[in-house]
Nanobody, 123 residues
């Protein structure tokens, strides 16, 4: 059983920064597992934001250059540093894993999810 706990959301003005954290616990934690961040706004599909796996990271076009994903050495915590935030970044952010090495864009590929953390960016 894998448990994910995401945190760090909040309210900021446009141009501000936030740092999200995803703590992974439960089953054997490995830095070989892909950990992804998704976000969702009401009445829209959950969309990929970023993913990290075995030292490689990917970003959606909408956040590239502004967000940075990182991971601590044992793989137990993944961070999403979000800079130059825009109102369109407002969403609930979720971290997810499927205890597999591949980064996927499809949320249906992920079995384990955090509870979500709200990010609100005001103009």
């Amino acid at each position: 059983q894998v448990r994910l706990s995401d945190s760090g959301g909040g309210f900021v003005r446009a141009g501000g920064s936030l740092r999200l954290s995803c703590e992974v616990s439960g089953s054997t934690v490995s830095d070989m597992y892909a950990i992804a961040w998704f976000r969702q706004v009401p009445e829209k599909e959950r969309e990929i934001v970023s993913c990290i796996s075995m030292g490689r990271s990917t970003y959606s076009d909408s956040v590239k250059g502004r967000f940075a994903i990182s991971r601590n050495k044992d793989g137990s915590t993944v961070f999403l540093q979000m800079n130059n935030l825009k109102p369109e970044d407002t969403a609930v952010y979720y971290c997810a894993t499927d205890r597999a090495p591949a980064c996927e864009n499809d949320p249906g590929k992920f079995a384990y999810w955090g509870q979500g953390t709200q990010v609100t960016v005001a103009s």
